[in-house]
């Protein structure tokens, strides 16, 4: 089902240059209006900003300083995607459980991230879930001083609010969002399997959680790969929301540079620039995954 | 068990006894107080009409299916549907399906060495050593390291039952295994079988193939409206059907 698409979406492919295949290439015989026009548009961009970043001083400078941020944007991401991946395939598994607590747990959790705006949850988990949960395990430590267990006590004390830094707060903000829309990928993957799979395991002695580890999940795992990629895309983006918390990722230091520079050209093109280097070389390497394994036939 | 013909002794030492069975999906009686008793190395075939309940019967007896009401035994044992001791029991009994459904992601050798080693928790030379055999004996040993979507479907279907056999199940259960095959590659299915069934395999058959039950079956159960209508040997029931809807299924399909 997929491969079809794939030759489409695969540049070498595209209709516009079936003349090429045939080997008999001649200008006329490339399909203009087929012709992946953006994607020369698209080079062209990263020309053209290259050499302005390169030539002009003033860019030159904008570009160097916000690539600083760099680190804080990638590990952020990176954290942020592996967590999210662990709690989107048991959030996942729940979704699809006969039993009820894990069922409806799952559901709720998906439930409730769907329908707050990105910021808005980023603002809530860092600013108000986190602090909260830190209140909670002060208030435990304090009630079992109370009840002279003081040593164990004391330790959960001793975690103060300010002891979580505000990126730790973006990654845990990302995860949570993100694994809510994981979930649906993998309860989707998981779905796409068909019953007769889990029958067949089944069948032959294994239990749920055998014949969904070593029949369904290595199924539906390749299944997702390419969603999964395409979100590990959305999440670099929206990283950048995290710059509301004050984490000195890209855009965050962007903000700084152009707040006391006053060069907002010079800032968020080179920003703009970064986040699109990185999103169109990624997506390039999730069309060459998913074309390997498709290709492979299995 | 309504028409059961007379003649027929209850099976002595039963390996699968199905006691007043019924399961209804919503709406749909698929199975009607149903009661069977199969014996150890009988070979059992049952036919019907589409939707007559021959698979929801067959999937009773290793529990794939939950009956509504009614008791399973299995070799002197009631399966109670607690998850540890049915894990058990269905290792002991191996199923072959109408769409062979193997493990797409592993190789010929690896579906059937998977439930070897994590179900019977054989080492995995050990657990090789007894799937070569198996292959061999459906034929396809030169197919081991090929994955399914490379086999026919008659040879997929032959790496399903020797999965199923590696086991060393105490009964094999086929729920049409023919019926998804191109006619040329059903008779290599089919060889197996009656190799099988000659070795003395208990096993229990739905099949729309006569020819086969005719060679192969002990007994034959004619099964219509989620009851067992008949239940005889391939001679009476094809020779002298009692049951007037017995006559009328035969007489549609030998037809055809
Ligand atoms: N999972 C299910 N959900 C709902 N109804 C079902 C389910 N499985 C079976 N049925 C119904 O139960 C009845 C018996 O089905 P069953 O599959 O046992 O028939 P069958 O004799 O095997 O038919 P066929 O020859 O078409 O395979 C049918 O009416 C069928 O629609
Ligand atoms: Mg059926």
Redesign the interface.
């Known amino acids: 089902m997929a491969s079809s698409d794939l030759e489409r979406t695969s540049l070498l492919d595209a209709p516009a240059f079936e003349g090429l295949k045939l080997r008999r290439f001649s200008l006329k015989e490339v399909n203009w209006r087929e012709f992946p026009w953006w994607f020369a548009a698209l080079i062209l961009i990263a020309v053209v900003t290259l050499v302005t970043v390169l030539t002009s001083p003033t860019f030159n400078e904008a570009f160097f300083f916000i690539i600083a941020g760099l680190g804080v944007t990638v590990s952020v991401t990176l954290a942020a995607f592996v967590v999210a991946v662990v709690l989107g395939l048991i959030t996942g598994l729940g979704r699809i459980s006969d039993k009820v607590l894990p069922k409806n747990a799952a559901t709720l959790y998906v439930e409730l991230v769907r329908g707050v705006p990105m910021l808005v949850l980023i603002f809530f988990i860092a600013l108000v879930l986190v602090p909260g949960i830190i209140n909670g395990i002060n208030a435990l430590g304090a009630a079992l001083s109370n009840i002279g267990i003081g040593s164990i006590g004391s330790f959960f004390s001793a975690v103060a609010i300010r002891d979580i830094p505000m990126a730790l707060r973006a990654v845990i903000a990302l995860s949570i969002t993100y694994g809510a829309f994981l979930a649906e990928v993998f309860r989707a993957g998981i779905q796409s399997i068909?019953r007769?799979?889990m029958?067949?395991?089944?069948?032959?002695?294994?239990?749920?959680g055998?014949a969904m580890r070593?029949?369904i999940l290595?199924?539906a795992v390749?299944n997702v790969l390419p969603a999964l990629g395409n979100d590990f895309i959305s999440m670099l983006k929206d990283s950048s929301l995290v710059s509301v918390l004050a984490v000195r990722d890209i855009t965050q230091v962007a903000k700084l540079y152009a707040g006391h520079s006053f060069r907002f050209q010079q800032a968020y093109i080179s920003l703009a620039i970064l986040y699109l280097v990185m999103t169109v070389s990624l997506s390039l390497l999730v069309k060459v995954i998913e074309r390997r394994y498709c290709h492979d036939?299995? | 068990m309504t028409g059961a013909n007379p003649a027929m002794q209850p099976a002595a030492d039963p390996i699968i006894e199905l006691r007043r069975i019924s399961k209804t999906f919503g709406e749909v009686e698929a199975l009607k107080d149903v009661s069977l008793a199969i014996g150890r190395g009988k070979v059992v075939v049952i036919i019907g009409p589409s939707g007559s309940g021959k698979s929801t019967l067959l999937r009773c007896i290793?529990r794939?299916e939950e009956p509504t009401a009614g008791e399973v035994w299995i070799d002197g044992e009631r399966i109670t549907g607690s998850?540890e001791q049915m894990?058990?029991?269905?290792?002991?009994?191996?199923?072959v399906?109408q769409?062979f459904?193997?493990?797409?992601?592993l190789s010929v050798l690896e579906n059937i060495t998977?439930?070897q080693k994590?179900?019977r928790k054989r080492e995995k030379k050990a657990a090789q050593a007894i799937a070569m055999e198996q292959l061999k004996r459906v034929g396809i040993a030169e197919k081991a390291d090929a994955?399914p979507?490379q086999l026919s479907g008659g040879q997929q279907q032959r790496v399903?039952i020797a999965?199923?056999l590696a086991?060393q199940p105490k009964i094999m259960l086929f729920d049409e295994p023919t019926s998804a095959l191109d006619p040329e590659m059903i008779k290599e299915v089919l060889d197996v079988m009656l190799m099988l069934a000659e070795e003395g395999s208990t096993m229990v058959i739905v099949t729309h193939e006569m020819g086969f039950a005719r060679a192969a079956a002990d007994e034959i159960i004619f099964m219509d409206y989620g009851e067992i209508v008949e239940q005889t040997t391939p001679e009476t029931l094809f020779t002298h059907p009692t049951h007037p809807r017995t006559k009328l299924f035969l007489s549609q399909i030998l037809q055809k």
């Open positions: 068909s007769g799979q029958e067949a395991a089944r069948s032959q002695g294994m239990s749920y055998q070593y029949v290595p199924q390749r036939g299995r | 290793n794939l998850d894990n058990k029991i269905r290792a002991d009994i191996g199923m399906f769409h459904n193997l493990y797409p992601h998977l439930a994590i179900v994955f979507n399903a999965r199923a086991m």
